[in-house]
């Protein structure tokens, strides 16, 4: 059905909760649901430090700080100053309490209970406030000091002021009428253009972006916003500002220009509003090639400032902790980065064809460890690079040496969460699901923030049949970062295979909204339309698609609808539309659609068995690509029983369905091959559990290929009809 394009087409794997972290609560950190005692949590923090002159909670980086709030009680409140008033004590504690519940359940009463104990202590006159209009009340005389360094009680709001400026949530800023509120930066970072021609100038370019997007991202998810990762800008096929705009709902964008004089570097990168194309800012940058070491820092916090996030002081130390002082070590790694970069121009950086840019990425990671050995994040990038490379024949694999790179980084750095986010992927790479599992949630565990393990910690629960757990995995990603399209079109994916074909219309839905140009989720909606058997919306939304860039998956998609209202030639014709857009992630299920629909044309038969060949060789390069992938082995193995290999077919489809069972689109493909390679009996028994996961029985109803199926009495029995 059209789970063949729409349904099967997954995001590319690519995070974050809300706020500055020392002022975060735990709730916030473990990426549920936030409320007003969210805002008394910071509130209690920033009286605490006011109090005692630090924070509550410690850690070295940001990950560790969080971990922290998380887990460890705050400092002991027994020797606050002295000339402390009474009951300050009290207020902490319960302001600070790990459950919300035991908070005060707003501002307002823990103003009223601050309010008592500044009573009780014998001073008078009222906290500065914003009346409802917004203008200030008029400040009453100075009073004795309140705290240490002799804060007088009337300057509490002009402390709370500094404390805000340093970081506390804008939420409370504006609250406490501080600051005007502002939006979450939905932020896009295109490789300057380079100013000359050579191509060693286009990877350092392409590596200074990519950098860029690492660094700003891990400073951005502290404020609801985010960064484009490179596999979007490139799979969705975005090249300026207005792209980015419409197709990945970004509100602002960072691009530029590169030039390279002799030795000498000049880099632009110019802060360009792309609703309005006016430039907010820029970004210049010139020295010695030999001295860009520095920007690993500078560039990062200057754009940072550029384009409106707050970096926090620790930054500047990770930053610097993580990176290289080693002349020639930072250049190095920039080339590795954007021979990463420049892979996902092609199939990606694990297909066949960007073999020679892995093996190139792989050799300028190896140099910067060469010249840096203690060089933390070239390491974690060399073991990613590695893992995507494909096995040799015999011998030690990549993924194999990644492992033994990636836990020697781990022996030194075991609180680096992008390492075991790493190691996940490259356990998960050699079929060690379970461990696979214990590393992604020990990167959530470290950074309570990171989307990308729990996108990717929810992707492994759902590919091993445990939808629950994905679902969990799926939401808190969504909470880490409510504004961000990618999330809710993770939800919808797996909505859609779960069968809830309404919740992903809804997330599809809210999807399109902010991104009314991205042409994967129009056809994604249009297939939860088709799912809920409403053909004029899947129509009108595939044609959506169509209108916003002509798509090879939109007009599969709408083939297949005239498939299975029987119009076999009209079919024939879209699918042949679709094919000659050349190359697709999905090539081998448009071959397959193609071939279904010339079976049903009368005179084509020669073409239908070509396609299927085509079809079956595309889906054999794929798992090539990816072994794991058993919607994939599916589809081969249907291709494989139309034409009548039938053990073979019996044997993927075997293996598809132990490698995920549970699922609807397998159990409806096992149906297909079971009944065309005359197993009859197992075939009903594959209707039975297609019913049992809620798949649509319409699919079996309408599919020409089950046409002796349907007059079975125990297919009557099975389903009612």
């Known amino acids: 059905g059209l789970a063949k394009i729409a349904g099967e087409a997954r995001l590319t794997q690519t995070g974050r909760a809300v706020g500055t972290v020392a002022y975060m609560s735990p709730e916030q950190l473990r990426g549920e649901e936030a409320d007003v005692r969210s805002d008394v949590w910071s509130l209690g923090v920033v009286l605490y430090e006011m109090l005692t002159g630090a924070l509550p909670f410690h850690g070295h980086d940001e990950h560790s700080l969080g971990y922290s709030i998380v887990n460890n009680e705050p400092k002991p409140l027994a020797d606050l100053p002295p000339g402390t008033p009474a009951g300050c004590t009290e207020i902490l504690e319960k302001a600070l309490a790990k459950d919300p519940g035991a908070r005060f359940s707003s501002a307002v009463e823990m103003a009223a209970a601050l309010a008592a104990v500044r009573a009780s202590a014998g001073y008078s006159g009222h906290l500065r406030t914003a009346s409802r209009s917004g203008a200030r009340r008029p400040l009453a005389a100075r009073r004795p000091a309140l705290v240490r360094l002799g804060i007088p009680a009337l300057a509490v709001a002009a402390a709370l002021s500094l404390a805000f400026a340093f970081g506390v949530p804008r939420r409370l800023a504006v609250l406490f009428g501080l600051a005007q509120p502002s939006g979450a930066r939905h ?269 990717k910690l929810g992707t492994l629960y759902e590919d091993t049949n445990q939808p629950a757990k994905a679902e969990a995995a799926f939401r ?131 073409k239908a068995a070509e396609a299927y060949g085509k079809a079956i060789a595309l889906s054999e390069e794929a798992l090539a690509a990816d072994p794991g992938d058993a919607r994939v082995r599916a589809s081969l193995a249907v291709f494989l029983a139309k034409t009548g290999e039938a053990e073979r077919a019996r044997g993927e489809i075997e293996s598809a369905q132990q490698a995920k069972p549970g699922d609807s689109s397998i159990a409806l493909k096992a149906v297909i091959v079971y009944e065309l390679t005359g197993a009859r009996p197992r075939a009903l028994e594959a209707v039975r559990e297609y019913a049992r996961l809620k798949g649509r029985m319409e699919e079996i109803d309408r599919d020409p290929f089950l046409a002796a199926l349907r007059q079975d009495p125990d297919y009557a029995d099975i389903t009612g009809k």
């Open 187 to 455: 932020i896009t970072v295109f490789a300057p253009a380079v100013i000359g021609d050579s191509a060693e100038d286009q990877v350092l370019a392409a590596g200074l972006a990519e950098y860029l997007r690492l660094r700003l991202d891990e400073i951005a998810r502290r404020s609801r916003s985010w960064v484009t990762p490179v596999e979007h800008i490139e799979g969705y096929d975005v090249r300026e500002a207005a792209d980015a705009f419409r197709v990945l709902g970004s509100n602002v964008v960072l691009s530029g220009t590169f030039k390279r004089s002799g030795d000498n570097v000049t880099l632009t990168m110019d802060v360009i509003n792309p609703a309005s194309y006016r430039r907010v800012a820029s970004v210049p940058k010139t020295d010695h090639i030999a001295n860009i070491t520095t920007w690993q820092v500078d560039l990062v916090l200057e754009s940072a400032a550029a384009l409106g996030l707050t970096a926090a002081p620790a930054d500047r130390t990770a930053l610097a902790s993580f990176g290289t002082t080693v002349p020639g070590a930072f250049e190095a790694r920039l080339r590795g980065l954007g021979f990463m970069a420049s892979a996902y121009s092609g199939d990606g950086p694990s297909s066949a064809g960007n073999a020679g840019v892995l093996a190139a990425a792989v050799a300028a990671f190896e140099e910067a460890v060469r010249l840096d050995p203690s060089f933390t994040d070239v390491r974690i990038d060399l073991a990613d690079a590695l893992r995507r490379q494909s096995p040799p024949d015999e011998g030690e694999s990549p993924a194999q040496r990644a492992e033994t790179i990636i836990r020697a980084v781990l022996e030194t750095k075991d609180n680096r969460a992008p390492a075991h986010l790493v190691l996940g992927s490259i356990l998960r790479s050699l079929g060690r699901n379970g461990d696979a599992i214990r590393e992604y949630i020990r990167a959530t565990e470290l950074d309570p923030l990171y989307f990308d393990a729990q996108t």
């Open 476 to 606: 808190a990603a969504l909470r880490a970062r409510p504004d961000y399209w990618t999330a809710r079109a993770y939800l919808g994916y797996f909505y859609l295979f779960q069968g809830a074909y309404d919740k992903a219309r809804d997330e599809f839905e809210r999807v399109t909204r902010t991104c009314p140009g991205n042409v994967v989720i129009l056809n994604n909606l249009g297939a939860a339309h088709f799912y809920l058997s409403d053909y004029d919306r899947a129509v009108v939304a595939f044609e959506r698609s169509n209108a916003v860039k002509r798509n090879p998956d939109a007009t599969s998609n709408l083939a297949v609808l005239y498939y299975y209202q029987g119009r076999y030639a009209d079919s024939v014709t879209m699918n042949e539309a679709a094919m000659g857009y050349g190359p697709s992630d999905f090539g081998y299920l448009i071959c397959g659609n193609l071939a279904d629909a010339y079976r049903y044309t009368p005179g084509n038969e020669a």
